[in-house]
């Protein structure tokens, strides 16, 4: 198989027809239309028939196969489970709500082929979304996902993307991770990422599926996302460094208080008893502080330690 076009949904009944029309005359007047290639649709919970739909395209259309969710359980599971389903060398995602156009298909294909790359990530450069609900959050967003990323993209979350098979069989999704799916890849060990400008067309039927909270979901999942990638492995080396800072301040407090009280007493001077001075519970909320950090550094390295991918490392090639 040569191409996989990938397109998770969730109901999408108006569209699908016409996506799927689309999409055979896009490869059929193309350079592609002597490649292999199928169309993996999977559904994610629909209630408004799309299912049923799909089974009707997929009986006249031997390129179509489909997978149906029992519910809805978010894009993060649908890509993982169309990207375990997925045959072909080069795979293609898209939305299906039209807004995606399948002519980008044949030069999304040549860029990574040719460039030798392993994902591409789509750039919609002109949006005909709410200016102020969906593209000032987008540009905040993509703003903030670079700087902590380090990837210069400038879509990370579009929906249309390129990806070598190895790619997609080695990374995993959950949550709502697919919108860093050029971030997890890289810190898999494929460097090789590069984005596209591509068509953004305005929404034909329906109305979008995600809402305002999506952005403030998707920083604190950017977070999350960010400190398994560099402390998942070793929960130590952060919990554990800010614990000992932590105990020595406290250490540091306590002691200069002790101090300060017997070179008062010593020279007669007037002084306030321990337990009534500030100083003194700041400095036990840093010892304590630093014995909770230092245990769940402890804690985490139990953990990870005894997980079955603490040694699971991605290998390029052998010879």
Known sequence: ???SILICLYNEVESLPELTDWITHSM????????EYEVVMVDDGSTDGSWDIIKKLSSTNKNIRGISFRRNYGKSAALFTGFQAVEGDVIITMDADLQ???DEIPS??????????DLISGWKKKRYDNRFTKNLPSIIYNHTARRVTGLKLHDMNCGIKAYRKEVVKDIELYGDMHRYIPYIALNAGYSKIDEKVVEHRKRKFGKSKFGISRFFNGFLDLLTLNFF???GKKPMHIFGVWGILSFIAGFIITAWIIINKVSC?????????????P??????CFLLMGILLFLTGFLGELISRSSQERN???IKEKI
């Open 100 to 102: 995606d156009s399948p």
């Open 108 to 117: 999304l294909y040549h860029k990574l082929v040719d460039e030798n790359l």
């Open 312 to 314: 699971n490392y991605n």
């Open 265 to 277: 007493q010593v020279n007669g001077l007037k002084y306030r008893p321990v337990t009534e001075q």
């Open 1 to 3: 198989m040569d191409i």
């Open 229 to 231: 990638i560099k402390w």
């Open 279 to 284: 100083l003194f519970y700041i400095a036990l």
């Open 28 to 35: 059929a007047k193309s350079d592609l239309k002597d490649k």
